[in-house]
Nanobody
């Protein structure tokens, strides 16, 4: 079974940047199906980045223009580049592939 592992989280000041990685344990035939979510304390998990069926990307308004999802098929890895980070971006970030979830990586943005 495929396993996903996120990394790259940490503590960053507001306005800073981080790049998260999601590595699949085995080759995934379609990395386009990997989705990034986040969950802040006391809040529901929300989608923050995904690939569309047309090969482009989709983001909610809360991160549009600041987050970028990308992939490296050779490395079985999907990335989430985050810039201009805000305190409200503080959350545990997860990658997802259908019913499979990683354990998450904590992102904390200080003001």
């Amino acid at each position: 079974q495929v396993q996903l592992e996120e990394s790259g989280g940490g503590l960053v000041q507001a306005g800073g940047s981080l790049t998260l990685s999601c590595v699949a344990s085995t080759s995934i035939f379609n990395l386009n199906a990997v989705v990034w979510y986040r969950q802040a304390p006391g809040k529901q998990r929300e989608l923050v980045a995904r690939f569309t069926s047309r090969g482009s990307e989709n983001y909610p308004d809360s991160v549009k223009g600041r987050f970028t999802i990308s992939r490296d098929n050779a490395k079985n890895t999907v990335y989430l580049q985050m810039s201009s980070l805000k305190p409200e971006d503080t959350a545990v970030y997860y990658c997802n592939f259908f019913t499979i979830w990683g354990r998450g990586t904590q992102v904390t943005v200080s003001s």
